[in-house]
């Protein structure tokens, strides 16, 4: 008898199920590489805003420890007439002017409308000044109505007038500055704004900011108010690998001791991504999750608030 030669191989059912599985197994390398990407994303993100954040931290502590420890309400017995009432609105709070001062606007974050919402600022330590612009005006998420990127003006050690309105590093097109950081012994960036220079030098008593609060986009040093011996720097560069922004920078009058030889600043800011739908008048100043709009890049939003608080030990 002759015996027939049988081939070894695989039947057409192991070879579905073994593509099934191969195809499984595929789905979930995929899913597991992706989760892994958002996760790492997701972690360099909070580690960016964290790193960034405290840095800010770092350089607006250095200000104000390198600033006056006297009270700044000095100001004011300087600038303003005795027993004008403009002095002593300026001595009741604190002069606070000459220290702060925030910009406020309506914004449409994601179609919700939100009113009094700061879009822009100064902060005056009396070493380095600060301005800052809102990330809404940059983010793709909101509209801010009524009000324009602040811009700064000032004469450089030359007299020659330079105006500073976009980013030094612009990403996508032209994009206003976010932090700007100003060598300004004289608080010279919040004094132009609320005191007005008269023809003969002398100042008017004009402590009430224009426009009933709502103060102009133009910090402009260039009319006498003081010369900038540095060139001013941005703090916070637009870049897409650390692409942060302010939401809010808020500085409280300096308290002073019983003694008055010490000067207590209270500081906080908000640092965050510029999408995300992020609204700090919500309550948690939470972002939006991706799946509440549609955003096909978008991968992870993050928002911190900062605080802290600094004694002022210069001369």
């Not at 602040?150 to 032209?174: C, H, L």
Request: hydrophobic share 35%.
């Amino acid at each position: 008898m002759t015996k027939r030669a049988f081939k070894e191989g695989f039947t057409l059912i192991e070879l579905t199920l073994s593509l099934v599985f191969v195809g499984i197994l595929s789905v979930a390398i995929v899913l597991i590489i992706n989760n892994t990407i958002v996760s790492y994303r997701r972690g360099m993100t909070l580690n960016q805003i964290n790193t960034t954040g405290m840095d800010l931290v770092d350089d607006m502590r250095s200000a104000i420890q390198n600033s006056s420890s006297s009270p700044v309400t000095s100001e004011c017995i300087v600038y303003y007439a005795e027993g004008s009432s403009t002095r002593n609105a300026c001595v009741n709070s604190g002069a606070k002017n000459f220290i702060t001062m925030t910009r406020y606007a309506t914004v449409d974050i994601l179609g919700k409308q939100e009113k009094n919402v700061p879009v822009y600022g100064a902060f005056c330590s009396g070493t380095y000044s600060y301005i800052w612009n809102s990330g809404y005006f940059e983010s793709e998420d909101a509209t801010v109505s009524g009000a324009s990127p602040a811009i700064f003006k000032y004469r450089d050690a030359s007299g020659a007038v330079k105006t500073i309105q976009y980013s030094a590093r612009v990403i996508d097109g032209e994009r206003p500055f976010r932090l700007l950081k100003i060598r300004d012994d004289k608080r010279s960036v919040c004094v132009s704004m609320v005191r007005k220079q008269n023809s003969d030098g002398t100042y008017a008593n004009n402590y009430a900011l224009p426009d009933g609060g709502m103060i102009p986009n133009v910090f402009d040093m260039s009319n006498g108010y003081g010369v900038i011996t540095e060139e001013p720097v941005e703090a916070l560069l637009a870049d897409h690998n650390n692409d942060l922004v302010l939401y809010d920078l808020e500085v409280g009058s300096p308290v002073e001791s019983t003694t008055r030889k010490n000067l207590f600043y209270s500081v906080s800011f908000i640092l965050g991504t510029t999408r995300g739908g992020i609204n700090i008048k919500a309550k948690g100043k939470s972002c939006k999750t991706p799946t509440e709009y549609d955003v096909e890049y978008f991968d992870y939003c993050a928002i911190n608030k900062f605080n802290f608080a600094v004694q002022a030990g210069g001369e």
